[in-house]
Nanobody, 124 residues
Framework: QVQLVESGGGLVQAGGSLSLACAAS????????MGWFRQAPGKEREFVAHIRWNGGSTFYADSVKGRFTSSGDNAKNTVYLRMNSLKPEDTAIYYC?????????????????WGQGTQVTVSS
């Protein structure tokens, strides 16, 4: 089992920045790829980014590329999502997730474990 706990959401004005954290625990979680997803009201959950524990390679959705950065701290068993130049359309509940797949796609169904989510609200 893998347990994920997110933190760091909040309210920010457009153009501002926020950082989210996802603390992971459980067996062999470093073998996993960690993903970030978001779900806005009335919309389906969508892929934001993923990062591999081993090597730290990242992949981003086009909608956030160049604005969001995911990183990991192995010592703290935590991955981060730094969000810059936030837009009102970034408003959503953000989730971190874990998968045993080395090269997952962008579907939420490829992820086995999920955090509880944290609200990010960007005001115009």
């Amino acid at each position: 089992q893998v347990q994920l706990v997110e933190s760091g959401g909040g309210l920010v004005q457009a153009g501002g920045s926020l950082s989210l954290a996802c603390a992971a625990s459980g067996r062999t979680f470093r073998a996993y790829t960690m993903g970030w997803f978001r779900q806005a009201p009335g919309k389906e959950r969508e892929f934001v980014a993923h990062i591999r524990w081993n090597g730290g390679s990242t992949f981003y959705a086009d909608s956030v590329k160049g604005r969001f950065t995911s990183s990991g701290d192995n010592a703290k068993n935590t991955v981060y999502l730094r969000m810059n130049s936030l837009k009102p359309e970034d408003t959503a509940i953000y989730y971190c997730a874990a998968t045993s797949k080395v090269a997952p796609g962008t579907s939420e169904y490829e992820y086995d474990y999920w955090g509880q989510g944290t609200q990010v609200t960007v005001s115009s």
